[in-house]
């Protein structure tokens, strides 16, 4: 696995290599490696001629400074990881080379589906996450980018970035699902700050998600989402943020079940000091 640290030489081999005619795949990461990016390197590998990933701890997407620092950074088995993966290239730059001095942020409107949920509660945090990834997507200019399903919110930000700020580059989101610890838990990078007994209870999420799934045939949509608050807030450990069913169109809070398009059940809470966020397909 080749590791590049300036924008300069990756471009002068990403350059070469579609010269000769190859297919690009990019896995941005923050690094703190678990098996659901490893599941996205895969993917890439399988369906590219070569596979890019960055590591690169994103500053302009924490509104919390405390939150930034504590970031797990793990560099050394990030790399071992991703080459047993067969990655072909790491880009590993460093904040000034993103983020150069006297350089003037660009700001994006993506409308309602940055200010609802994750937008409500961090404010910036998209601007941030799309600052970082039109960045990556113009430095690297794969043929298709791999994101996971998790971060559901964040993913139809990258699909309006791509499809309204960089159409000219022609990369294909691929979605890819979300891969889950044993008891449920939605791998994260996060989960590393975990104590035991947090750990322990940081399931009781998921496992709650699961079952709204089948409570959706017994309770309207307000009386869920109060079962919901009931049931995370009754737990020690765990403290609900928000959790609501959305239009995946446009990510519209629904009132009902009889709502025609797809819907998706969002959460997100505190474990301990730790954020974590999930979701499940409800229809």
């Avoid at 006297?102 to 996450?129: C, L, S, W, Y």
């Avoid at 989101?173 to 891969?179: R, S, W």
């Avoid at 007994?197 to 949509?221: G, P």
Wanted: one cysteine or more; hydrophobic letters at 35%.
């Amino acid at each position: 696995m080749e590791i590049f640290k300036t924008i300069k030489s990756l471009q002068e081999r990403i350059s070469f290599l579609k010269k000769e005619g190859k297919t690009i795949g990019f896995v941005p990461t923050m690094g703190a490696l678990h098996e659901g990016h490893i599941s996205l390197i895969n993917r890439s590998v399988e369906e590219n001629s070569f596979t890019v990933s960055s590591l690169f701890i994103n500053p302009t997407q924490f509104n919390n400074s405390e939150d930034l620092e504590k970031y797990p950074r793990t560099f050394d088995e990030d790399s071992e990881k991703l080459q047993s993966a067969k990655c072909d290239i790491l880009f590993f730059p460093s904040s000034q080379e993103m983020y150069p001095e006297n350089e003037k942020a660009q700001q994006f409107d993506f409308g309602k589906i940055a200010t609802v949920m994750e937008g409500r509660f961090r404010p910036g945090h998209f601007n941030g996450v799309a600052q970082i990834v039109s960045k990556l997507f113009r430095i690297v200019k794969p043929t298709r980018a791999y994101f996971g399903q998790k971060d559901f919110q964040q993913l139809a930000i990258v699909k309006k970035l791509n499809t309204n700020y960089l159409k000219e580059l022609k990369i294909e989101i691929v979605a890819c699902k979300i891969i889950r610890e044993k008891d449920g838990l939605a791998m994260s990078s996060r989960n590393l700050r975990l104590n035991k007994d947090e750990r322990q209870n940081a399931s009781l999420i998921s496992k709650t998600l699961f079952t709204t799934k089948e409570l959706k045939n017994k309770m309207d949509v307000k009386n869920l989402k109060k079962w919901v608050l009931e049931k995370i807030n009754k737990n020690k450990y765990l403290e609900l943020e928000y959790f609501d069913i959305v239009d995946n169109q446009n990510l519209d809070s629904i009132s009902n079940w009889d709502e025609k398009n797809n819907k998706t059940a969002c959460i997100a809470a505190y474990c301990g000091e730790v954020r974590l966020i999930d979701n499940i397909a409800i229809t």
